[in-house]
């Protein structure tokens, strides 16, 4: 098979990093490629110089045998190269047909041809096999059917090669299902596909070869087929994988928190659970079985309609965030964009931002001190930070997640909520975390360990509590660990149910 | 669905109107309703153009202001006996360079409009003040009053005018693509900019527009009468801002049609009739809009939250 685009040793450097150094990529005609490496090692940067965002500073890129330069993400797209972006580039309140033709719509003198646009989209529909409601607003549509309006855009305006920047982070296992299958009809169609993940299995699902980055420098090209997982991931980190999870050396000792009769809304419904020092509780549970509910009332954001929490033995009452993080609870929530961090701000705001109270004497923020706790901070959790003064924005999303429980740790919090932590990282970030949480687990403290990921619970846990609509309906010690089980208690149909259940 | 604001906007107009005729026999006169449509012909313009601004995500509150401007200078114009057309012109362009200083310093600067029409609100109102002295125009030449006193059908010009202005504007925002860009910034500004969408010049443009469509607003206004008071057009930001978002324009962007702007400008300025008819003081008429606006949002709002609840 012929190449449609070859990149010779591309180079590129920022104020402070060598991002790119000398790497090579191949991409042929109808074949998906994965771009595979730890967050940092060039794939963004890679993935801009090709979309036209970035210029190399040396190396030549030659599409369709022709080397071209691509001055911008306009000119990309008339060279036939698109881009489905990771924060999707859809409008919401436009319906599928306007999403499709925006920026791009035929017709003369400024004037919109509805019914030629309508026409195109059709034939394209039909042609590639996707199915979407074209008068429907996009922000009625599933996350998925969002993800194919792009890809249909991009197939309309005769994309010859499309790149997929984490197109699966947000889609279900069905969704990710439809996008597989639209992209084996791309291929058919003789259309490229570069294809970016942190999700592994995907890579050997869908790709036929994958390029790894390391460092800035190709370290790898090689057909799917040959390569095994481990390979994979040894060369992505540049280490022998020996403990993917570490193993914590302590037990759990006293008790810490005693949730009691949790009831809220329609959504948790009497749930009790104690959790001890030093432990790592697994919660467990599909999407909307409440568990996400719990921590925010653990940590005071939601107020429960029935029940009590008692910490070291003292009932308590946590009216809101300010009084939690006061008794020592810390809850690093799931998005961790949106609820986690200031992204426009540095990394020393920050970590900072929740332990104004132990930083300052007086009204005025001590910026030296609180400079001095951030850098030990970042020295302590290993976060690739140009300086504490970077703003959190420009991190990649391993290391905004540090950010995040740098935060928290240096508050000292007894326990520590995490919901998702590795959600959007890549391996070797999450090892990291993992290193992280038996660590600081290992100092006496409680970890909450929210996750849809059950390996990584099963790998991790001292214990394992499994939800299911708002009720805790199983535990598991270490010792009884079992993937099944705890499958089909999550998602199971159990006599309860069929005799009363619970709504909703 | 795809009928529900605007169906809901006819449905309350007919009540209203129901209900005060009811009340008050001869509210529906033809002289009620001239009355009503004339004072939205006044309106209309401005509602137009402040719809586009919203849907853009920005807020223009200088439209009082500059309308001000724009009708002072041209009475003062007629005056001298300038000819009809070119205090059209004259308008028009004073408007839409009001405007273009607006637009340049929101995109030069990124600031908001919000604020930089803020500013320009109070800037354009005091420069009236001082230009005319807190005198009015009075002693007007007659051809100054035929624009607005010139029948066609029994219905006054400004009526024809404004809405046939708003029934083109209908296709002209589904049909224009710039317009399709104006809804593209609005909803969603990141996506708009990894496509090539300038959202610079749309934020220009658009506020260009409102102030050329204020200074078109400032002579139907205007010609209706002899006297030019300085204070014309005042609050004018604030009743255009309630029939917009009354009209189903979403008061965060990228959604919004002028099919609804038009009916929240009949009904906004039926309710103001309303209220002389049912003896309630016009002191009350402000109040009434700035609840009416929080309502709207309001709903909005729940809307929007059902919406993404109904998705989780």
């Given amino acids: ?504 | 669905m795809k009928l529900g604001r605007e169906f809901t906007l006819l449905l309350v107009l007919v009540v209203l109107a129901t209900f005060v005729q009811f009340v008050h026999p001869g509210f529906l006169s033809f002289r009620t309703i001239h009355v009503i449509l004339e004072n939205s012909a006044v309106m209309l313009l401005s509602a137009i153009g402040t719809t586009l601004v919203i849907i853009s995500g920005q807020i223009d509150l200088s439209i009082g202001s500059v309308l001000a401007v724009c009708a002072i200078t041209s009475a003062q114009l007629a005056l001298h006996n300038v000819p009809l057309v070119l205090l059209f012109l004259w308008s028009i362009g004073l408007g839409a360079g009001l405007g273009a200083i607006n637009g340049l310093v929101t995109v030069l600067f990124k600031v908001p409009a919000m604020i930089v029409t803020l500013a320009a609100m109070a800037i354009w109102r005091g420069f009236i003040l001082w230009w005319t002295g807190g005198y009015w125009v009075t002693d007007l030449p007659d051809y100054w009053k035929a624009l607005g006193s010139t029948r066609i059908l029994n219905f006054t010009l400004p009526i024809w005018i404004a809405f046939s202005i708003g029934v083109l504007m209908i296709f002209l925002v589904r049909k224009i693509r710039f317009f399709r860009h104006v809804y593209a910034v609005g909803s969603n500004r990141k996506a708009a900019k990894l496509l090539g969408i300038s959202e610079g010049r749309v934020t220009f443009l658009v506020l260009t527009l409102n102030g050329a469509l204020a200074g078109s607003s400032a002579l139907l206004s205007a010609s209706r009468f002899f006297i030019i008071p300085s204070n014309i057009g005042t609050g004018l930001e604030l009743s255009a801002i309630a029939a917009v978002v009354v009209g189903g324009t979403n008061i965060m962007g990228g959604r919004g049609k002028i099919e609804g702007t038009i009916l929240g400008v009949l009904l906004m300025t039926t309710i103001s009739s309303s209220l002389v008819f049912l003896h309630i003081e016009s002191v009350w008429d402000d109040a009434f809009k700035g609840m009416i606006i929080l309502l709207a949002i309001i709903s909005d709002v729940l809307r929007a939250r059902r919406k993404s609840e109904a998705r989780l």
């Fill in chain 1, 1 to 504: 098979m012929e190449n449609i685009l070859e990149l010779f040793q591309i180079s590129k450097s920022f104020p402070g990093v060598q991002a790119l150094k000398d790497v090579d990529f191949f991409l042929k005609k109808g074949e998906v490629h994965a771009l595979v490496g730890e967050n940092g090692a060039g794939k963004s940067t890679l993935v801009k110089i090709i979309m036209g965002v970035h210029q190399p500073d040396s190396g030549k890129i030659v599409l369709e045998g022709k080397e071209v330069k691509i001055l911008d993400p306009n000119h990309a797209r008339s060279l036939g190269i698109s881009a489905i972006h990771q924060e999707l580039a859809v409008f919401p309140d436009l319906t599928v047909l306007e999403n499709l033709f925006i920026g791009w719509q035929p017709g003369k003198f400024g004037f919109v041809d509805w019914k030629s646009m309508r026409e195109m989209a059709e034939t394209k529909m039909k042609e590639v096999g996707i199915n979407l409601p074209l008068d429907e607003e996009v922000g009625n549509l599933s996350t998925a059917q969002q993800e194919l309006v792009q890809i249909l855009r991009a197939l309309l305006q005769n994309s010859k090669i499309i790149i997929m920047d984490e197109p699966t982070a947000s889609l279900t296992a069905d969704e990710t299902k439809i996008l597989f299958s639209t992209i084996r009809k791309l291929k058919s169609h003789g259309v490229s596909v570069i294809y970016i993940s942190h999700r592994l299995e995907e890579v050997f699902e869908i790709a036929d070869n994958v390029t790894i980055l390391r460092d800035g420098v190709k370290v790898l090209d090689k057909a799917v087929k040959d390569i095994t997982p481990s390979e994979l991931i040894e060369n992505m980190i540049g280490r022998k994988l020996e403990t993917y999870y570490p193993t914590k050396k302590t037990k759990p000792g006293n008790v810490m928190l005693e949730v009691k009769g949790i009831t809220f809304n329609r959504v948790l419904k009497d749930v009790s659970f104690k959790a001890y020092e030093g432990e790592i509780l697994g919660i467990s549970g599909l999407l909307g079985s409440g568990r996400s509910t719990l921590a925010k009332i653990i940590f005071g954001i939601l107020r429960p309609d029935n029940g009590s929490i008692y910490l070291e033995g003292r009932e308590v009452k946590i009216t809101d965030p300010m009084k939690a993080s006061m008794l020592g609870i810390a809850y690093i929530p799931e998005d961790r964009h949106r609820q986690g961090l200031i992204l426009p701000e540095t990394v020393r705001f920050n970590i900072s931002l929740p332990n104004l109270p132990v930083i300052p004497r007086k009204v005025l923020v001590d910026i030296a001190r609180e400079k001095e706790l951030s850098q030990e901070m970042v020295k302590r959790l290993d976060i690739r930070t140009p300086s504490v003064e970077f703003l959190t924005m420009n991190l990649s999303g391993g290391n905004q997640q540090r950010v995040v429980l740098a935060k928290w740790i240096l508050r000292n919090s007894k326990i520590l909520i995490m919901d998702e932590p590795t959600h959007g990282i890549d391996v070797g970030a999450k090892n990291a975390i993992y290193h992280l949480m038996v660590n600081l687990a290992e100092q006496g403290r409680t970890i909450i360990f929210i996750s849809s990921e059950l390996p990584e619970l099963l790998g991790m846990c001292d214990r394992i509590l499994v939800m299911r609509k708002g009720e805790i309906v199983g535990v598991f010690n270490r010792e009884e660990f079992s993937e099944d089980k705890i499958l089909t208690l999550a998602a199971g149909f159990t006599e309860e149910e069929a005799v009363g259940g619970a709504g909703g």
